[in-house]
């Protein structure tokens, strides 16, 4: 088997790739030097099915929690993943706004809490600017093809739930757009 990674040429061909990563069968991935494991998810191996039905699908997922709370800890169960900006998947995944969720299309302006501890701000997103380059600082390694479609056609979704430490909402949700 070559280099999974290098030799793919489209958004379509990253999830699947990450999905054979969270199956186990691709040792890591861009990003993560390592095979998948307990911490991607903090524990929650339930949302590993959705995880692989949504990249399966065509939404790449580089980042997810499930909402917890506890000991003066407590987070929002939320995704973030890239679509292509042409695929029909992208408005099933805005739709979702307004069910009890947050979606934001690109990098959020404001910052998003979506960890706490303490009462503190332990994990935020947005607010600050992202980096020109993050696309080829986060896929280093991607064959250019991939890249490029990446740069050209790559919708960033961040799906977050609204209420602490729910974890009911936002995975069957998802869930249902890949039935």
């Known amino acids: 088997m ?3 990674w290098r030799d793919a040429r489209t958004i379509a061909d990253l999830g699947q790739n990450m999905a054979g990563w969270l199956e186990g069968r ?4 861009p990003g993560y030097d390592g095979p998948f494991g307990q911490e ?3 524990g929650a191996r ?3 099915p959705t ?7 065509g939404f790449v997922t580089v980042d997810s929690q499930p909402g917890e709370l506890g000991g003066g800890y ?3 169960a939320n995704v973030e993943g890239i679509v292509h900006d ?3 998947l992208l408005g099933q995944l805005l739709a979702l706004q307004g069910q009890g969720l947050t979606v934001v299309r690109g990098w959020p302006k ?3 809490v979506l960890t706490e501890d303490a009462g503190s701000p332990f994990t935020t997103i947005g607010g600050w600017r992202m980096r020109r380059d993050s696309i080829h600082a986060n896929w280093r390694g991607v064959g250019r093809q991939a890249i490029r479609e990446l740069r050209e056609h790559g919708a960033t979704v961040h799906i977050i739930d609204t209420e602490w430490g729910r974890d009911d909402r936002l995975w069957p949700a998802l869930a249902g757009v890949v039935r």
């Open 46 to 48: 339930h949302l590993v």
């Open 26 to 29: 691709i040792p890591n991935r």
């Open 74 to 76: 407590r987070q929002r």
């Open 2 to 4: 070559g280099n999974v």
């Open 110 to 112: 404001r910052q998003i």
């Open 86 to 88: 042409r695929s029909p």
């Open 51 to 57: 995880l692989i039905a949504l990249n399966r699908a």
């Open 40 to 42: 991607e998810t903090n």
